[in-house]
């Protein structure tokens, strides 16, 4: 099963994703989003709000709230909290530098059995145990 990450539903709402028949089919599955997107979401929202403030921040609220009504959500919960650890300590071994978001997310999709992230934010997740990456194409 699919989780979104949060360069998927960016590239959405810029309307820049290619949907071909297998992006399409894949999107009427079961999808889950995570809680730490739906943060970075805001989070960018509202940093574009403080850059321009014309920037229409309520009606890009509803937005979000409306997208994420066709996801499954899953929280970042104990066991979750336990595999982002282990994800962790397997990347500082290894030396390799993953942000946590990124690692939260890939840990949360993999302790509810949502192990294929569909993202183009491939240098991270390409790192992560456990993680299959479905790429897109944007126009």
């Known amino acids: 099963m699919y989780c ?3 360069t998927f539903l960016i590239d959405f709402f810029k309307k820049k994703i290619v949907l071909d028949g297998n992006l399409t089919k894949i999107l009427n599955e079961k999808v889950l989003i995570t ?3 739906i943060f970075e979401l ?3 929202i ?8 014309t ?12 997208l994420t009504k066709y996801f499954e959500i ?3 919960d104990y066991k ?3 595999k982002a650890a282990e994800i962790l300590d397997y990347l500082e071994k290894r030396g390799e530098i993953v942000e946590l978001n990124d690692i939260m997310i890939a840990s949360i999709g993999i302790v509810n059995n949502f192990k294929i992230i569909i993202t183009r934010n491939e240098k991270h997740f390409k790192k992560i145990p456990e993680i299959q ?3 897109y194409s944007i126009i």
């Not at 920037?55 to 409306?66: A, M, S, V, Y």
Request: charged fraction near 35%.
């Open 46 to 53: 509202y940093k574009l709000k403080r850059k321009v403030p």
């Open 4 to 6: 979104v990450d949060t």
């Open 55 to 66: 920037f229409n921040l309520k009606k890009r609220e509803k937005e979000i709230k409306d």
């Open 35 to 37: 809680p730490i997107t």
């Open 133 to 135: 990456i479905q790429s």
């Open 74 to 76: 899953h929280d970042f």
């Open 80 to 82: 979750a909290a336990i």
């Open 42 to 44: 805001f989070h960018g």
